[in-house]
């Protein structure tokens, strides 16, 4: 395959070149992409560099397979030139995820509908990858859902500096810095103080309801990717400062009681991309230093809500970068373009 990464030297750009290698995608050539900022910079793959060129309509000439990740503007201005090109799209913003016709896939999941983004197959030439908060949740709760469906989600959510690019982690660790040294910080890429603080996601706020747009594409990737209009869900999101890797809080009520702790432990031990992560007698359950750099979703802390029937309370942390992007997009492309789904290398 001929493999295209549209914004190579970001957060989620430079994951892709090390998913592409460790799962062994089968590449016979690799061009990278950017804006005209980096276009000459070098990076790393296979032990060769690997300079970086500014994007243009002619990029995908050539190209089986275009991994994009440079926002939805850009995603936006080059599907044409993409897909004209006849070359697959795997799209890392939000710009067409709710699109009809454009699947939203994540492949232990919902794994099928990969192929029919395909043009021969009479698809659009377009694949969505979901955002990363949804993919991470349902990860954990989609397992559970095809034995006893859920019919209400309110999630609590905890998430990286890295989940608002290479410049927000920048900016966590240079204000972490002054502010440990007493100097002033003014933050130049997120709305607050990052360093010892947290606050709700700085997506935008529907003034109507408001909810801010991460909780909104939580609600709504959930039931197009469960193909289940009737789940309701409600939450909170907040940036937390870490740099990697996000983490939830899920409270999950069943439409009956034919679930319980035991089953869902004996079915997510067995889920595929999913690790449970726990030792009671120690008080230990994943957290991200567990859990960055790993392709598994991790859970723990299955309880009973004590507040309510057929609830269930769980913890679930998953590296935002990796499933929530760069290998969930690979994956995308394997079960579209290769039928067939690579196992996680670092589980
Ligand atoms: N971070 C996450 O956890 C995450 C998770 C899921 C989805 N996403 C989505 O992935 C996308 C990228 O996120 P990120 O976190 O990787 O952001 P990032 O670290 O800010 O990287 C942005 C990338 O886009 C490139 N770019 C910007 N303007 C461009 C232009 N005019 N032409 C070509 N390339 C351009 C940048 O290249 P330069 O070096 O030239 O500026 C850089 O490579 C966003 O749509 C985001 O919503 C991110």
Redesign the pocket.
């Known amino acids: 395959m001929k493999v295209a990464i549209?914004?190579?030297?970001?957060?989620?750009?430079v994951e892709f070149m090390q998913v592409l290698e460790r799962r062994k995608f089968p590449i016979t050539e690799l061009t990278l992409?950017?804006?005209k900022?980096?276009a000459g910079t070098t990076l790393p793959f296979k032990g060769k560099d690997l300079t970086v060129r500014e994007?243009t309509k002619d990029s995908f000439k050539g190209m089986d397979l275009a991994l994009f990740?440079?926002?939805?503007k850009?995603s936006k201005d080059f599907r044409e030139a993409c897909v004209a090109a006849k070359c697959l799209m795997v799209d890392?913003?939000?710009a067409f995820r709710m699109e009809e016709g454009v699947p939203l896939v994540v492949p232990e999941i919902n794994p099928t509908e990969a192929a029919k983004a395909l043009v021969k197959n009479g698809g659009k030439g377009v694949i969505a990858n979901p955002n990363?908060t949804t993919i991470i949740a349902l990860m954990a709760l989609a397992p559970l859902h095809r034995v006893v469906p859920i019919k209400r989600l309110v999630a609590a959510t905890y998430q990286a500096a890295?989940?608002a690019?290479?410049?927000a982690m920048v900016e966590l660790e240079e204000g972490t810095r002054a502010y440990l040294e007493g100097k002033p910080f003014p933050p130049k890429v997120l709305p607050h103080p990052y360093a010892f603080n947290l606050f709700p996601h700085n997506s935008p706020f529907d003034p109507a309801t408001g909810y801010c747009e991460e909780e909104v594409k939580l609600l709504k990737e959930s039931r197009k990717i469960l193909s289940d209009q009737q789940i309701r869900v409600t939450g909170t999101c907040v940036r937390v400062p870490v740099l990697r890797t996000h983490a939830e809080a899920l409270n999950v009520e069943f439409s009956d009681s034919g679930m319980s702790v035991e089953r869902a432990y004996e079915i997510l031990k067995k889920a595929v991309g999913v690790t449970v992560l726990e030792d009671r007698a120690k008080n230990r359950w994943a957290m991200p230093v567990d859990v960055a750099g790993h392709d598994n979703v991790y859970v723990g802390r299955i309880r009973k809500d004590q507040s309510q029937d057929n609830t269930f309370d769980v913890w679930v942390v998953g590296d935002?970068?990796l499933k929530?992007?760069a290998l969930n997009a690979v994956q995308c492309a394997e079960v579209a373009l290769l039928g067939k789904l690579a196992p996680n290398a670092n589980p």
């Open positions: 549209i914004g190579a030297t970001g957060a989620v750009g992409w950017a804006s900022r980096s994007l990740s440079a926002g939805s850009i890392n913003s939000s990363c890295s989940g690019g290479h410049a935002q970068l929530g992007a």
